[in-house]
């Protein structure tokens, strides 16, 4: 009953191949046939050509987070409502292979959970004991990931004018601590609200808020040559 209440409770009732605590058995006909094999096809592609995925892998090595994708990613069933998620307690992305099949999906998928994966490494991060601490690092996956990109806001037939960006950060961040933790809607918009600003304004290790592709490869690009230049003083 304990371990079915601190499922409950953390969100991992959400990823059923995680209430094992032990990795999934991967078969031959997995590995051919199966949901499994493209969700490793895509990861692989956008860990080498995704400009966010890039600047957020290359970050976290030169913070001393190399990450290997055999350890750290971990292709599962999930249930219908989610696309991902990062498991604090074994240091691993979960993309939900049933859930996730198209590329620009994957992509913004691997970024979002590469974020928390990024604060998990720079900062003590209390996930499950400190709803602000989480709230923070939601706030800023759905800020710098791309989930409220224009393009991504018009496929949800969501418009709006004055601060729409963050109006779906704050809305995106909610939603994802009701997901993964048993609290109220108001305690939750509570507890956004109260590090909403800090946050959000947080756009490390982009240095900006990436609103597209052209922007995250300018940020990559930015990030990789920023000790090129230097000054004699």
């Known amino acids: 009953?304990?371990?079915?209440?601190?499922?409950?409770?953390?969100?991992?009732?959400?990823?059923?191949?995680?209430?094992?605590?032990?990795?999934?058995?991967?078969?031959i006909r997995d590995s051919l046939f199966t949901f499994r094999n493209k969700c490793q096809v895509m990861l692989m592609f956008a860990m080498e050509t995704s400009p966010y995925a890039k600047l957020l892998l290359s970050a976290m090595k030169n913070s001393g987070c190399k990450v290997f994708k055999d350890?750290?990613?971990?292709?599962?069933?999930?249930?219908?409502t989610v696309s991902?998620?990062?498991?604090?307690?074994?240091?691993?992305?979960?993309?939900?292979?049933?859930?996730?099949?198209?590329?620009?999906?994957?992509?913004?998928?691997v970024t979002h959970e590469l974020i928390h994966a990024f604060d998990h490494c720079r900062a003590h991060v209390d996930w499950f004991n400190n709803f602000r601490h989480l709230a923070c690092s939601e706030i800023r996956a759905a800020n710098l990931s791309g989930d409220c990109s224009f393009n991504n806001e018009v496929s949800r037939f969501?418009?709006?004018?004055?601060?729409?960006?963050q109006q779906?950060?704050?809305?995106r961040a909610?939603?994802?601590?009701?997901?993964?933790r048993k609290v109220?809607?108001?305690?939750?918009?509570?507890?956004?609200?109260?590090?909403?600003?800090?946050?959000?304004?947080?756009?490390a290790p982009f240095g900006r808020i990436p609103h597209g592709n052209k922007d995250a490869k300018f940020a990559y690009r930015e990030y990789m040559n920023r000790d090129r230049y230097y000054t004699n003083l």
């Open 184 to 203: 109220s809607l108001e305690e939750a918009q509570k507890i956004v609200d109260e590090v909403f600003d800090s946050c959000f304004n947080d756009h």
């Open 1 to 27: 009953m304990g371990q079915t209440k601190q499922d409950e409770e953390y969100g991992y009732d959400l990823f059923p191949e995680r209430n094992a605590r032990k990795p999934t058995q991967i078969t």
């Open 84 to 109: 991902g998620g990062f498991d604090a307690a074994s240091s691993q992305i979960v993309l939900c292979q049933n859930n996730i099949h198209q590329q620009a999906h994957m992509n913004r998928v």
């Open 158 to 165: 969501n418009f709006g004018l004055k601060e729409h960006h």
């Open 71 to 80: 350890r750290h990613f971990s292709c599962e069933d999930c249930d219908g």
């Open 174 to 180: 909610v939603r994802s601590i009701l997901a993964v």
């Open 168 to 171: 779906c950060v704050r809305g």
